[in-house]
């Protein structure tokens, strides 16, 4: 027997709860979602994660909004299992992060004084710490990707005053590591330890990682926007190739440039 179709909301509210009655309708008659548990669902709710940050560097706001919608409904869902299994409901949920975002701005709900973002990330790991946390880098996740995990790592202890007072001095740090790579990483030599030479090599990538970072650039952005140029290019040069009868394995290098440097003029 078909279910009547909830017709579509006009306020916040209404449309959440509207998300609630055909998420819980769902589980209760699909096959499907009747089987998903927490950990079915989170790889699918990394891969959401994913798509909406594509979405998000594409500037591709539609594809945003969909990817949005996506992820609020994994957000329900485990809510629902949780709900199922008597742990948690969604009211908590939204009440608890309500209540952690109140705590968190005593400039706004309080009499502290915080006229700039840098006194309200001191102020927020300060409470965190007051809360129970046992260290500043307790809450970065440790399956985070390294490079995205360095930059939360030091855009943590830099909310408690743990960081360079200059960007200059940043830089030298870059350079001082770059030395110490080059060192380790001479292609004049034979014998090249790389154990040694891969512990310098990180601590190079997370030199340049907190250069960006001062300069307010988000190096996980950057890299990838870098890696969309360079697929694009590759990808116009295997094309181009292939349209003018050439098999890509067997091209020399400096025939792959002519249309790499056409790419390039592209984008």
């Not at 709860?17 to 589980?27: A, D, G, M, S």
């Not at 190096?219 to 890696?227: G, M, S």
Request: aromatic share 8%.
């Amino acid at each position: 027997m078909a279910h009547s179709i909830p017709p579509a909301k006009n306020t916040p509210s209404e449309a959440f709860e509207r998300l609630l009655e055909v998420l819980y309708t769902l589980r209760l008659e699909c096959p499907w979602d009747k089987k998903q548990t927490m950990e079915s669902l989170r790889h699918l709710t990394i891969e959401e994660m994913y798509e909406l940050a594509d979405a998000i560097l594409d500037k591709d706001h539609k594809e945003i909004k969909n990817e949005l919608g996506d992820i609020l409904m994994h957000l329900v869902f485990y809510a629902r299992i949780a709900e199922e299994e008597l742990q948690f409901t969604i009211v908590d949920v939204l009440n608890g992060i309500c209540d952690k975002l109140i705590s968190r701005h005593p400039h706004i709900y309080g009499d502290v004084q915080a006229e700039t973002d840098e006194v309200v990330k001191q102020n927020w790991e300060s409470i965190k710490l007051k809360e129970g946390n046992k260290s500043v880098l307790s809450g970065v996740p440790k399956s985070l990707p390294a490079l995205v995990k360095a930059y939360r790592i030091q855009d943590k202890v830099r909310g408690v005053g743990f960081d360079w007072e200059d960007k200059k001095q940043v830089w030298e740090k870059v350079e001082e590591e770059l030395a110490e790579f080059k060192a380790e990483f001479n292609i004049e030599q034979e014998n090249i330890n790389l154990e040694r030479a891969e512990a310098e090599f990180g601590d190079l990538l997370f030199s340049l990682i907190n250069y960006a970072r001062h300069l307010g650039i988000n190096p996980e952005n950057a890299l990838e926007k870098t890696n969309k140029k360079f697929m694009f290019r590759f990808n116009y040069l295997e094309e181009k190739s292939k349209a003018d009868g050439k098999i890509l394995c067997q091209m020399s290098l400096e025939e792959m440039d002519v249309y790499w440097n056409e790419a390039k003029r592209l984008k």
